[in-house]
């Protein structure tokens, strides 16, 4: 099955580290008369998941949305798994100008402990702890019992949230009922469908991309009874352009999770979306030729993700295509 779209751009980017298993992110760029949306759904998706991509990139292309003049979105730096929490805090405080640290945990509570308390070490010997805040992002990894031992040692640090510490709305009710930080929810809000966030939560992380695009975040966002904070899913420059949008848009005064941009060795552009002074610039970005020669996809992977959008737009209704002014474009093969 292969998918005639008139101009599609494909591409290869190789972060910096690994990030959660991750070397490479794999995708393609479309264009409409809007500008560039960007399809690139983690290869675990099911052809569901990568519908709501498609439908976001989409959305970016196709539909006219107007971007503001000279505004930016404060975003927080992101310590993965396998960085140095030290050196990636004093990179981001000094590079960047982040004071909201984003911190991958989920390892034994001893671990996990001396990550974050590294950033605090950062910051201290940078003379900035009084402007630190934290964000432990546990990706439903801990129990509920870890998770109350991980925070009992952490007392005395600046956290700001902790995000999906466990899996289950069942599991984060019970933990709520024994802390007093807050919780943040993202995969359970996605995969579960849970809008009454407030019975087992206090935030809600929202990611444009894989919800659908700014439509259907703003839907989504109507029907959740808590908070919301933004965050990426890892997308290119391209791709992040619609989150930075959608962050300014709902939540103007919050700091985002969108500076992913700093994971990232290579881009389908030439200024990457990353930060300046602890933000980012609202505006829509589009590919460079060059860059996206530097990034090529091979072939055979070509055909591969050509098969998984077709198979995505398969899924996405005539009606919904049709009010977007998207051409039927042939699938074959």
Same mark, same amino acid.
């Given at each position: 099955?292969? /998918? ?34 960007? /399809? ?82 950062? /910051? ?105 904070? /933004? ?103």
């Amino acid at each position: 099955m292969l /998918f005639a779209f008139p101009e599609l751009e494909f591409f290869s980017l190789t972060l910096q580290k690994e990030f959660r298993g991750v070397r490479r992110r794999e995708g393609i760029l479309l264009a409409g008369p809007s500008g560039w949306g960007e /399809f690139s759904p983690f290869p675990n998706y099911a052809p569901i998941e990568d519908s709501l991509w498609l439908r976001a990139a989409l959305e970016s292309a196709f539909v006219p949305i107007e971007f503001p003049q000279n505004s930016s979105v404060a975003v927080n730096a992101i310590i993965g798994d396998n960085e140095d929490p030290y050196l990636g805090s004093a990179r981001a405080l000094n590079e960047f100008g982040c004071t909201t640290i984003k911190i991958k945990v989920g390892l034994d509570v001893d671990q996990d402990v001396e990550r974050v308390q590294e950033i605090v070490r950062a /910051f201290v010997e940078a003379g900035q702890l009084n402007k630190l805040l934290i964000r432990l992002d546990a990706n439903g990894r801990w129990g509920i019992e870890q998770a109350i031992n991980t925070i009992a040692e952490l007392q005395s640090v600046p956290i700001e949230y902790i995000e999906q510490p466990c899996r289950s709305a069942t599991q984060l009710r019970k933990l709520r009922k024994k802390l007093t930080v807050p919780i943040a929810v993202d995969e359970t809000i996605r995969t579960d469908g849970q809008y009454q966030v407030s019975e087992f939560a206090d935030l809600a992380i929202i990611k444009v991309s894989p919800l659908g695009g700014i439509d259907a975040v703003e839907r989504l966002i109507e029907k959740l009874d808590v908070p919301v904070r /933004f965050s990426s899913a890892l997308e290119s420059s391209v791709g992040l352009s619609s989150s930075l949008l959608a962050a300014h848009k709902f939540a103007p005064d919050q700091v985002a999770g969108l500076g992913t941009g700093m994971l990232l060795a290579t881009d389908t552009v030439k200024q990457s979306a990353i930060p300046h002074g602890g933000r980012i610039r609202v505006a829509k970005c589009e590919p460079d030729p060059e860059q996206l020669a530097r990034v090529p996809l091979s072939k055979t992977q070509q055909d591969l993700w050509r098969k998984r959008l077709a198979q995505a737009w398969q899924l996405i209704p005539e009606s919904q295509l049709a009010s977007w002014g998207v051409p039927k474009w042939s699938v074959q093969g």
